[in-house]
């Protein structure tokens, strides 16, 4: 752990000024309250923090109250980050995972990562990504995807990792019409049956996309990945394609219980000859990544991605 000497540039310092630094933490992980106690004061030494805010009681539709900040951290896991990730990125606040969960693949560092590295996030040194993330709208069986100019969504959500329209029960098996660029192709949709479909973002790739024998792509790639839950034919391979591309998923026989699902965490039902359209959202999130870490070694680490088997 880093001496508490104030840093020349901190807020007690004579440099430049202190960053803001936003803290959004879930206190329902008692691990994250007990850092907090030792953190916060450490933080405050070194940054104006405006704001400890938690994380189950923030919203998109809450999300413009949170105070202004050149850097936000999010204390938790993996589903928290994913959930902050919603409300800031349209805020172009650069945001910091810090991992109170299981894999940490989104929450990248921990509190001692903070601290070591605190000199060069202060000053914006460390590396920052941008990732993709999708608009996810649900429209009538009246709008037509050939031509949507004008249609007005009957539900709108916001994902970064992936939109999953899953069969629900009583699990019987479901049916789609998916179109990818259907106003600029003009081509029939093609019909997919199985136990539903993922869309995901190449940040979402590791997630449902993957369990569902999806490719993993590199968060750099600006594309979108649409992968069958075990499709009826096995004519209906995953695919990659440009995240400029609109997809849209009609569903024409489905389930009671049949839902789409954003993120893993936000669910809605939809109903026979309801359509949703995925397209990229008009902002990127800017992810500040760990320096002693790559996404690479993460996948390999985390992930066990080209691990050896062991030998007795």
Request: charged share 20%; aromatic share 6%.
């Given at each position: 752990m880093p001496d508490d000497t104030t840093n020349p540039g901190g807020k007690n310092g004579s440099g430049p000024a202190a960053p803001r630094v936003l803290l959004l933490a879930n206190l329902g992980k008692p691990p994250v309250v007990e850092a907090l106690e030792s953190f916060v004061p450490w933080l405050e030494a070194r940054a104006?923090?405006?704001?400890?805010?938690?994380?189950?009681?923030?919203?998109?539709t809450n999300g413009q109250d949170l105070p202004a900040a050149d850097l936000a951290l999010v204390l938790g896991g993996d589903g928290t980050f994913l959930s902050q990730a919603r409300i800031l990125v349209d805020r172009q606040t650069p945001v910091l995972g810090v991992n109170f969960g299981k894999v940490g693949f989104l929450a990248e560092w921990d509190i001692d990562h903070v601290q070591r590295h605190w000199d060069t996030l202060a000053c914006g040194g460390c590396r920052r990504t941008q990732r993709l993330m999708v608009d996810v709208d649900v429209f009538g069986a009246e709008t037509d995807p050939y031509s949507p100019d004008g249609s007005e969504p009957i539900a709108?959500?916001?994902?970064?990792n992936d939109a999953v329209v899953t069969a629900g029960p009583p699990y019987r098996m479901?049916?789609?019409?998916?179109?990818?660029?259907?106003?600029?192709?003009?081509r029939p949709a093609v019909t997919v049956a199985g136990d539903g479909l993922v869309v995901a973002t190449p940040s979402g790739s590791t997630a449902y996309n993957l369990s569902a024998g999806g490719p993993?792509?590199?968060?750099?790639?600006?594309?979108?990945?649409?992968?069958?839950?075990?499709?009826?034919?096995?004519?209906?391979?995953p695919i990659v394609f440009g995240a400029d591309c609109d997809v849209w998923l009609t569903l024409t026989r489905g389930n009671d219980g049949t839902a789409l699902v954003i993120d893993g965490q936000i669910a809605c039902n939809l109903e026979e000859s309801q359509r949703v359209r995925v397209q990229q959202h008009r902002?990127?999130?800017?992810?500040?990544?760990?320096?002693?870490l790559t996404y690479w070694s993460m996948l390999s680490h985390k992930m066990r991605w080209a691990v050896q088997p062991r030998r007795q």
């Open positions: 104006d923090v405006v704001g400890v805010h938690e994380t189950r009681q923030t919203a998109r709108s959500f916001l994902a970064m479901i049916e789609f019409e998916v179109a990818i660029e259907p106003a600029a192709v003009q993993i792509v590199s968060p750099g790639v600006r594309a979108l990945m649409l992968s069958a839950i075990s499709p009826y034919t096995l004519a209906f391979r902002r990127r999130l800017t992810l500040v990544q760990n320096p002693e």
